[in-house]
């Protein structure tokens, strides 16, 4: 039952200080989720945001499902989800209630200028970290420079490729590769004992 | 009550078919508005500058949003868990799935291609919100001076967050307050 709370309320926090959703609150999930309480690492949680990529639903909803799931099961997952609910629900219910012109407010409106400058540094440094275990050989680099252009610059294009799209290629593409090394390697062995 | 039950059911099936998160679920939305009417376009635009100044993803914003409009607080609640569902249960299915299969060469591989596509994808997302944070193509546009592209204020204090971050190891929620508050002050 404890466990479960602990989940409920770490959620919770999380879910309050997650702005921008996506990407951008890797950083604090690494923080909160890997360096302190040690649920999770760096890498599951990247294979967490690429599933949640081309799964339905908001991917930091499916995040906490799967950390919940991994630490107690279906009720984990429920208690995880939940608490991560918590806050934006609050917020949004005042600010329906109460604020109708609040992203008009000019004291908001600069303090968010400000709060972006601080998500790209977060995000400029988790890729950083991620780096050096994703992009390991020539494949992974091409690989990094195709997807990144495809979908950053996506406006040039004619249509425009969904990230669930991209996402599923690549990693068609990263089976096929490892398959074909995998191949490879058998075959430089098999010569070496004859 | 059959409103919320509809509200219910809409956004159920917009947890259910919006892939890849965020504002996938914004078709969904834009959808909603023009068969239902419990929100108009012109709240949805609202509601996304609301989403991104404060916590949570659009889709759950916009679920408690249109829920309490249409059947209060309870509505709001309701409209927002009809929304998470589909997501709960999927990601359950594929927990499991994932457990047994980890160390299959097939997910193995996989996830090798997944890996460098994932943060090229972090990449393009945080050149988005670069592109609105620290460069001002308008005033570029307008003078042509290359010392006008940059928003120099938020470049500087974007550097001292990274060296910050580098040296003093706080917690992100930390800096992103302190953004907030050099954001004010310095009106950016």
């Not at chain 1, 949004?92 to 400058?117: K, P, S």
């Not at chain 1, 593409?173 to 390697?185: C, E, P, T, V």
Request: aromatic share 10%; proline share 3%; glycine share 10%.
């Amino acid at each position: 039952m404890n466990q479960l709370l602990d989940l409920y309320w770490t959620f919770a926090k999380i879910g309050c200080v997650t702005f921008g959703g996506g990407y951008a609150m890797l950083p604090i999930l690494e923080r909160e989720l890997v360096d302190k309480r040690q649920w999770t690492t760096m890498d599951e949680l990247r294979d967490y945001f690429s599933i949640g990529q081309c799964t339905p639903g908001i991917i930091a909803l499916n995040v906490s499902t799967f950390i919940g799931e991994k630490r107690n099961g279906v009720k984990g997952a429920l208690a995880a989800t939940t608490g991560f609910l918590l806050g934006p629900i609050i917020i949004i219910l005042i600010i329906a209630a109460f604020l109708t012109n609040f992203a008009q407010l000019e004291v908001i409106q600069h303090a968010f200028a400000g709060i972006r400058v601080c998500v790209c540094v977060l995000i400029v440094q988790a890729v950083l970290r991620l780096w050096k275990k994703s992009v390991v050989d020539p494949f992974t680099l091409a690989l990094y420079l195709c997807v990144f252009a495809l979908n950053a610059f996506s406006d040039l294009l004619p249509v425009k490729i969904p990230a669930a799209v991209l996402v599923l290629l690549s990693g068609a593409a990263g089976i096929l590769m490892s398959q074909f090394k995998n191949r490879r390697n058998l075959k430089t062995e098999g010569g070496k004992k004859a | 009550m059959t409103t919320i039950l509809q509200l219910m059911l809409e956004f159920f099936k917009t947890g259910l078919f919006s892939v890849g998160g965020g504002l996938a679920t914004l078709p969904f939305l834009y959808e909603m508005s023009d068969r239902w009417g419990w929100f108009s376009h012109a709240d949805i635009a609202d509601m996304i500058a609301v989403s991104e100044s404060t916590p949570g993803a659009i889709g759950i914003n916009m679920s408690t949003y249109a829920g309490f409009k249409t059947g209060g607080v309870l509505g709001g609640l309701l409209a927002t868990l009809a929304l998470a569902t589909p997501c709960i249960i999927v990601i359950l299915i594929i927990a499991r799935f994932l457990h047994k299969f980890r160390d299959n060469p097939l997910v193995e591989g996989a996830f090798y291609g997944l890996r460098p596509a994932s943060i090229a994808m972090i990449t393009a997302a945080g050149i988005n919100v670069a592109k609105v944070a620290l460069v001002n193509l308008e005033a570029y546009a307008a003078t042509g001076a290359l010392g006008d592209l940059f928003t120099w204020k938020a470049i500087i204090l974007g550097v001292l967050i990274f060296i910050g971050q580098k040296k003093l190891k706080w917690s992100p929620v930390i800096f992103i307050a302190i953004s907030a508050v050099v954001g004010i002050i310095f009106t950016f």
